[in-house]
């Protein structure tokens, strides 16, 4: 028999499986795993339902010719309750009604992280009878729970760039949009206001507001200081560029991020990348003291975020505090 030789060589092809590396006296387990591979795949008679998304902007289920439940998304060709009697291809309407509250993803694994954070839940569109999995957004700023919860009335949008996959259609809450929004069918991403969400309202500072906020600002201009002299917390933030306005009680102020360069200034920016409100000075603080993650306040609801994919930046300030206290600690 005649071996063919492979397009890459043996020796570069790792063996599959583990082993036990020792360091500082230390075991660590070492796996070897394939990332991913590519492959070609049909849609099969799945193709009319994606065909109709990136083309058309419709969506499509159904409906048994016999009993006339309409399934969307449209995965029986016979309708198992009917003795399979054949179904036929519908249009079903772009607006639906959550059918459970949708639990949200903020720490995706690297294939899903370029759309965290999201919602996944399932909606029953009208003239639908079962419910589609899709993923959730709002306009509002980040997403966090009880914005959109089972009952909420969500409309399908699609995106501007299609490819004929799921992803290319997304929910939002169909009170964020005006009617003539509602309506129109095959409205795109683009369509839609993403850059005016509606900032949390700050109560009035009572001067012993403003008192604690100058002290835990000068505090955290220290901190930031620190991080900015720091290598390992630099590392956190290379090639990254934003600028953060951040509303609190008692004054506001920024924090810009520049390829490794952390600073706090007193100044309004003018465009700044996203706005930041957060009630209590003291929870950022904390935060970036590594007193308790930033990510987790986002989540809790204490601090607010303008847009939802602003969530990654948050999450670059949590690693510098880590990094920070770490580094300090050898
Ligand atoms: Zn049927």
């Known amino acids: 028999m005649i071996k063919k030789k492979k397009v890459i060589d043996e020796i570069y092809i790792p063996d599959v499986g583990s082993q036990v590396e020792l360091i500082d006296g230390k075991e660590y387990l070492i796996t070897n795993d394939a990332m991913y591979t590519f492959f070609r795949r049909t849609k099969g008679e799945f193709s009319a339902f994606f065909l109709a998304l990136k083309n058309e902007k419709r969506l499509l289920g159904c409906k048994c010719t016999k009993c006339g439940i309409v399934r969307v998304p449209p995965f029986l060709t016979h309708c198992p309750d009917c003795n399979f009697a054949p179904t036929e291809m519908i249009e079903v309407e772009q607006v639906g009604i959550m059918n459970s509250t949708p639990p949200i993803t903020y720490f995706a694994t690297s294939l899903f992280q370029h759309m965290a954070p999201y919602g996944r839940g399932r909606v029953i569109f009208k003239g639908a009878d079962t419910a589609?999995?899709?993923?959730?957004y709002t306009t509002t700023g980040i997403l966090v729970p009880g914005i959109i919860t089972k009952g909420t009335e969500v409309k399908l949008i699609f995106r501007d760039e299609r490819i004929g996959e799921m992803t290319d259609v997304f929910c939002v809450p169909a009170v964020e949009l005006a009617q003539e929004k509602i309506n129109k069918n095959g409205?795109?991403?683009?369509?839609?206001?993403?850059e005016t969400p509606q900032e949390p309202l700050l109560p009035v500072a009572s001067e012993e507001d403003s008192n604690q906020y100058r002290k835990a600002l000068d505090e955290m201009k220290a901190l930031i200081e620190d991080m900015n002299r720091n290598e390992s917390a630099r590392k956190a933030i290379a090639g990254w560029k934003r600028g953060i306005q951040v509303k609190t009680r008692g004054g506001q102020f920024a924090i810009m991020i520049d390829d490794g360069d952390i600073k706090l200034t007193e100044s309004v920016v003018s465009s700044p990348d996203f706005i930041m409100v957060c009630d209590d000075i003291h929870t950022l603080l904390d935060g970036l003291a590594y007193r308790g993650a930033i990510t987790d306040s986002v989540i809790n609801k204490k601090i607010w975020i303008s847009?939802?994919?602003e969530f990654n930046t948050i999450f670059k300030l949590d690693r510098m505090a880590r990094f920070l206290v770490r580094s300090k600690k050898v």
């Open 132 to 136: 589609m999995s899709i993923n959730l």
């Open 187 to 194: 409205l795109q991403e683009s369509e839609i206001d993403w």
């Open 307 to 309: 847009k939802n994919m």
